[in-house]
Each structure stands twice: as structure tokens, then as C-alpha cells.
């Protein structure tokens, strides 16, 4: 008989975090186990290509995914009532109660196995409820952002109670044991990147580039840790200096700084432009010539593998796993983590078209291996069932 594994999640929203469950999901990372799926809050549209139980949670959990700023702008005395609740009982301490309570509302048997498949709320549900053992996903560069931060007595209380913590790179285990300091307890485990739906996906493409000019690509959410911001700062000096006319940047995705950073890329008249959100960004970003990463902080980045799938060189921001995914100057650029670092890189690229050149012929046999991340994620699994 399979042991039975629950995957907590808050939300079902575009991004790298819901993109890697799905991978896993799909290649069979998880078959051992009988598997669920709790989604707290249903918001989002991923999570729905897959062949595993989803539940979901209940009103009271209607916001542990959005921000209080977010809550507020929407006028919904229902919505703001609940989030002002949610703050209340975490900042008190009550919230231990309201988890137990919600919870025997939603599962109807304790679980072998519990993951706290993203940083935040998520661990305080699961280490909070009565699965037999339990396990912790980090995808945040704790030094630079750390999520818990609100709330930092009640994490540093909870945390240690994890039978494993898994960091998706060096740089994210370093910076979460700066501050927790759990390192017995913490194991890296690169994220899995399925690379060839990714170039299935891709197709042939399905925008008509302009050979006239270097074409730049990035898609992820427009927030302010992606650094589009600074990309438009970046264009903006370019266009004072001339340097503009040979460059376009596209850009796909949604999020709460979308129509803001439109508008600012419009009125200044630069060459980015702002697409929204795509089910299938990879067949826009196919036959780029280069991808921008600009995150101020990314603790793995999901996107440089896709990029770099799709023959596409990255030119990134320096961050946790950037020097561990991009050889730099081989096949893509690592810049300074700055609006200074990301104009010196694309100025020098601009500058120097044979860089691109080189870039491509060196991603032209690129593979992400996943195989034995597979098997040390199952080992770590079995591991934690037989002890």
C-alpha cells in the first residue's frame, strides 16, 4: 500500500513556483506516494494539467496570497475583513487554533508525508497540522527578501520542527541559514526543468522577429523583483546616448506594477514593450536573440534554464544560482545587480553583436539533466518513511 503525501500550496498563479509542481507532478516525481494537492486559496489558473487530487481551502484562507495593499484596493469589505482576521491571529499567535480547526474542515486523514511546497504561510499550515512527518521548499533568497519577516518569531518557533528543508540552490540555503541557522536540516535540490515540453511548447515560434535589430525578450511577473523597472531606466539612458536604435525588448507577463511600467515605457518612448501574460510565453520568446533576467533577487531562476532550452543567451542579473546555471561569457552574460550592471552588459552587447553569435553556437547541444535530481529527491522521500 502507497504512503500518502500532501502538497500545500497557496495559490495556483503563474509563476515558477506552480510551474515546477506541475514538472514534477507530470514526470512522475511523486508516483510512490498517493498524492493530494491542497491549494489554499483558489486564485490562478495553473495546477490543471495534471493527473493528481486537488483540494482547496477554505474562505478563511481567501487571502494568504495577497499583499494588504492589494486587499485594500479592491474595496471589498468581505476580502479586507478576512485579511485584517488572517493578520490578527497570526500576529497573536491564535493562528495554531485556526489552522487545527480549518484543517479538519478540508482533510479527512493524516498524511504519511506533508510538504510546504513555497516559503510563507504555507510552513505555518503544515507545522501546525498532524502529518507524521514534514518537509519545507525554499525558493527565496532569504538575505535579500525574506518572507517570514512579518512574522519572524512565529517562523524561527516552527521551522526546527521540520523533519527536512529543501533549498533550491547554494546561494538559498546560505542565506536561509544566515538567519535560522537549521543547517542539519537543510539539503540543496536544484529545481527539475523539463526541457523538452519546453521546446515542444515552443514550436517553431510564433512571432516575426525584425533581423534588423537585436531582439531582447523576458517574461515573468511584473513586480518589483523582477526589475523591469530598471529596465526601463536602462532603455531610457540608452535612448539618451543613441544606443537605442538597434534594440527592442518585449516583455510577457502580468502583475501589480503592469499598467504602471506601460505607461512609463510609452510616455518615455523607448523601445520596451509590455505584452501581458501568455498561457504559452516559450513560442513568443523562440528566436529571440537574447533573454534579460533583471531580478534583483532570484533564488534559482527558472527562466535561464527555459531560456537556454530554447537556444536563447541570457544576460542576467548576479544572484543566488545565476553563476550555477550560466557559464558566464561562454553562453550568456552575469552582470552587476544594478540598473548600472544591466546597462554595461546590454551597452557592451550592443557593441559587440559576435558576443550573441558565440553565446548561441555554445547553448547549441544545451541540456538540464534531470534524472538524478529525480532520484535524490525520491531518496530524500523514502528516506524520511522508513526512519
Not at 489552522?99 to 504561510?121: C, P, S, T, V
Not at 531560456?307 to 548576479?318: E, F, K, N
Not at 561562454?330 to 557592451?348: C, E, F, R
Request: charged content about 25%; proline content about 2%.
Amino acid at each position: 500500500m502507497k504512503k500518502s503525501l500532501l502538497i500545500v500550496v497557496d495559490e495556483r498563479k503563474m509563476g515558477g513556483v506552480s510551474i515546477l509542481l506541475e514538472d514534477m507532478l507530470n514526470l512522475g516525481v511523486f508516483s510512490d506516494y498517493d498524492t493530494d494537492i491542497l491549494v489554499l486559496h483558489n486564485n490562478g489558473n495553473r495546477l490543471k494539467n495534471i493527473n493528481t487530487n486537488v483540494i482547496y481551502g477554505t474562505k478563511f484562507f481567501n487571502t494568504v496570497d495577497l499583499p494588504v495593499k492589494e486587499v485594500l484596493k479592491t474595496k471589498k469589505l468581505g476580502l479586507i475583513f478576512s485579511k485584517i482576521r488572517l493578520v490578527f491571529e497570526m500576529k497573536t499567535g491564535f493562528i495554531k487554533k485556526r489552522i487545527i480547526k480549518e484543517r479538519k474542515k478540508i482533510l479527512n486523514k493524516k498524511y504519511d508525508i506533508e510538504i510546504a511546497f513555497k516559503d510563507g504561510f504555507t510552513a505555518i499550515f503544515t507545522a501546525f497540522g498532524d502529518s507524521l512527518k514534514k518537509m519545507h521548499w525554499l525558493h527565496y533568497e532569504y538575505v535579500k527578501t525574506n518572507p517570514n519577516q512579518k512574522y519572524d518569531k512565529l517562523f524561527k518557533k516552527i521551522l526546527p520542527q521540520f523533519d527536512q528543508i529543501i533549498a533550491v540552490s547554494v546561494g538559498v540555503k546560505k542565506a536561509f541559514n544566515e538567519i535560522y541557522h537549521l543547517e542539519n536540516k537543510v539539503t540543496v535540490v536544484p529545481n527539475i526543468v523539463n526541457v523538452d515540453k519546453i521546446r515542444k511548447l515552443a514550436g517553431d515560434g510564433c512571432v516575426d522577429y525584425n533581423k534588423d535589430v537585436i531582439n531582447m525578450v523576458s517574461f515573468g511577473r511584473i513586480h518589483s523583483q523582477k526589475g523591469y523597472d530598471r529596465l526601463i531606466e536602462v532603455f531610457v539612458k540608452l535612448k539618451n546616448e543613441g544606443l537605442d536604435k538597434n534594440i527592442y525588448l518585449t516583455i510577457y507577463g502580468d502583475g501589480p506594477m503592469y499598467n504602471e511600467l506601460k505607461e512609463r515605457a510609452l510616455n518615455e518612448k523607448i523601445n520596451i514593450s509590455f505584452e501581458g501574460e501568455k498561457d504559452n510565453p516559450y513560442k513568443y520568446a523562440k528566436g529571440a536573440d537574447l533573454f534579460i533576467l533583471s531580478s534583483r533577487y532570484e533564488p534559482f531562476g527558472l527562466v535561464i534554464v527555459e531560456a537556454q532550452a530554447l537556444g536563447i543567451p541570457v544576460l542576467a542579473t548576479d544572484n543566488a544560482a545565476t553563476f550555477d546555471l550560466i557559464q558566464n561569457n561562454a553562453n550568456g552574460m552575469i552582470v552587476n545587480n544594478s540598473v548600472d550592471g544591466l546597462y554595461d552588459g546590454i551597452k557592451k552587447i550592443i557593441n559587440n553583436k559576435n558576443l550573441l553569435v558565440n553565446y548561441k553556437r555554445n547553448l547549441k547541444h544545451y541540456n538540464y539533466n534531470i534524472d538524478n535530481i529525480i532520484i535524490k529527491i525520491k531518496e530524500i522521500l523514502g528516506g524520511m518513511t522508513d526512519e
